[in-house]
């Protein structure tokens, strides 16, 4: 997400912070947490969710950024005569 943005704070925040080097990023959600521990400067994007249940293997305590970092859209697929759509439509 960070790494293809084209323009913006995602782009500059890439541009000026991040390793290029793709061989240097974590490769699972617990390696990028415990580099985070390891590191002074070091910042790991995920979701609360994700990491919640791992923050116990962790020899450090980390804190959520309380702010919405990126926002997901969502799909909803219904058969032409559902009776959901107009609820649904009418959101």
């Known amino acids: 997400m960070v790494h293809t943005a084209k323009s913006g704070l995602l782009k500059e925040i890439y541009d000026s912070n991040m390793d290029h080097d793709a061989n240097n990023h974590p490769g699972s959600l617990i390696e990028g947490l415990r580099k985070v521990c ?32 990126s926002k997901v859209r969502h799909s909803i697929l219904l058969t032409k005569n559902s009776p959901y759509r107009k609820a649904i439509n009418n959101v």
Do not use: G, Q
């Open 38 to 69: 390891a590191m002074e400067h070091y910042a790991y994007i995920t979701t609360y969710e994700l990491s919640f249940r791992l923050l116990n293997m962790l020899d450090c305590r980390l804190v959520c950024l309380p702010e919405v970092f």
